[in-house]
């Protein structure tokens, strides 16, 4: 009796330990039996919107980021802030992101055909996948099963994402505190190859970079007239394209850019400051040696696994927007 005893005990314990481990992390197929459907619907659902507005799919690349940065990937960049409590969103960093709607759009399509199953933050990790791959990026497959947190805190943005002013030092450091390694930040910061910055997030390399009205010395010097040209001192609302020519075609330009010495931010400036991030710039330049699809693809499915909620934390939000 006492031996049927121990052993339903140990058996209970090993069903314990594999309830664990399974909702420990995110994993390929996890809607396949309760919305096997969830990625053609976002996939349509982002095409409908990116095929009519393609500068969507920089700030929806960008919004993923920004959510897994902080609190990690759970969707609280999404929320909206409630009376009292200023929301990730409201930060400034967040102020300039755009493509709520695409979102909102596939959670709606998705909740008519599955009701309650799909999280708001796998919809964004899938949404950023796709965006890429709409504008002539890699694809890669994204491992879901991610669940929505409760909490949005604009403090939290302004203490974890990273400024456009970091040194590599900074950046390694902010990285590295979330698993992410050197090669994923000179990788992901290839995210740059698209999209738009408001004068403000460099204009101190154009005009006071050290406090005494100087420039940066490590900028092009031709390319610092002709953004002075766009930007004037003390511009709050234009905004420049980042990579310029192809800033709506992802592509390994980003990286042409950075080697010359046109990184926008002090932030790009900065891989070339550290030899193994400088070396992976340089060997990107020629596209047909580039191994940067492959790679972003891979740090992409890095960065998605950062503080995912699962199992039974959490919730699955009825609208991305609200807490349930
Ligand atoms: C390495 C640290 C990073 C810093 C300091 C940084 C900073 C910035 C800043 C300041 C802007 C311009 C915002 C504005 O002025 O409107 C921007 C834009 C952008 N960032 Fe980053 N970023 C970083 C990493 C990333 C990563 C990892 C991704 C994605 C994988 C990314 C994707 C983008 C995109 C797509 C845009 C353009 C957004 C648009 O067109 O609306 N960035 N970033």
Redesign the pocket.
Known sequence: MATLKLLSFLILQIFCILEVANSQGVELGFYKKTCPNVEAIVKQTTAHYISRAP?LA??L??M??HDCFVRGCDGSVLLNSTKGNQAEKDAI?NQ???GFQVIDAAKSALEKECPGIVSCSDILALAARDAVELINGPTWAVPLGRRDGRVSILLDALKNL???F?NFTT?KTT?GSLGLNVKD?VV??G??T?????C??FSSRLYNFTGKGDMDPNMDQNYIGRLKIKCKSGDVTT?VE?DPGSFKSFDTDYYTMVSKRRGL?A?DAALLTDSQTKAYVLSQVNPYGSTFFKDFGES?IK?GKIGVLTGKAGEIRKHCAFRN
């Open positions: 500068t920089a700030p690349l960008r993923h980021f960093p300039s992101l755009r990273p400024t456009p970091d950046l990285f930040l992901l910061s995210g740059h698209i999209g738009m910055s408001h403000f997030s905004i980042m931010f932030s992409m960065m």
